[in-house]
């Protein structure tokens, strides 16, 4: 079965621009998180969505950050005004329901020149 | 909150030779303990996990044990190959408001050395 897919791969932008970076859960899993990775560092939780619970933001590091779950299923990350310090890898997760294994996608690395 | 650290931050052995991860946790709450691998350019991938319910959990080469009294758990694997060279997390469920979230270690980059 299909993995958690994102895209793009690879973002590169310049600063003060907008962008949006998608993830595709797994098909049925009603848990969905965000994560930041910086090169050589840990993984920053964001935010999490569980099924029609409204979504813990606790971990997005500013108001520029936001997130959106369309019909439990596809999950957009936007950055607006992004700035140098935006640039790492956003990772997705799902898991079929919270506090089960999660399952990640690949990645998708923004740079922000 | 949940307070996860990983130990060590870097790790080579020869191969062949056993390698060891260790972990620690601060809410007694947590109940699931997952191992993630991620070699370069992947998002993690899980590798193991344990429950609070069980002490040790074996998958070939790779063993999870977990002591909840001291609030730690290890990733053993033995008989190293090169295609273990990754960056390890580990993590620990603990619970909140609106669900569980998954709080992740800083990671251990191991390399085995051919």
């Known amino acids: 079965g299909a993995g958690v897919s994102q895209s793009p791969s690879n973002k590169v932008t310049e600063k003060g621009k907008d962008v949006e970076l998608r993830c595709d859960p797994i098909s049925g899993h009603t848990a969905l998180y965000w994560y930041r990775q910086s090169l050589g560092q840990g993984l920053e939780f964001l935010i999490y969505?569980?099924?029609?619970?409204?979504?813990?933001k606790s971990g997005l590091p500013s108001d520029r950050f936001s997130a959106e779950r369309t019909g439990g299923s596809v999950s957009t990350l936007t950055i607006q005004r992004t700035q140098q310090e935006d640039s790492a890898v956003y990772l997705c997760?799902?898991?079929?329901?919270?506090?089960?294994?999660?399952?990640f996608g690949p990645g998708t690395r923004l740079t922000v020149l | 909150g949940e307070n996860v650290e990983q130990h060590p931050s870097t790790l080579s052995v020869q191969e062949g030779d056993s390698a060891v991860i260790k972990c620690t946790y601060s809410d007694s709450a947590s109940n699931y303990f997952p191992w993630y691998k991620q070699e370069l350019g992947k998002g993690p991938q899980l590798i193991i996990d344990i429950r609070s319910n069980v002490g040790e959990k074996k998958d070939q080469r790779i063993a999870v044990t977990l002591n909840k009294t001291a609030k730690h758990f290890s990733l053993h694997i033995t008989e190293t190959q090169p295609e273990d060279s990754a960056v390890y997390f580990c993590a620990a469920t603990s619970f909140s408001n609106t669900g569980n979230q998954f709080y992740f270690g800083t990671g251990t980059s191991l390399t085995v050395i051919p």
């Open positions: 997760a799902s898991s079929r329901d919270s506090g089960d294994t999660q399952y």
């Open positions: 969505f569980q099924g029609n619970s409204a979504p813990d």
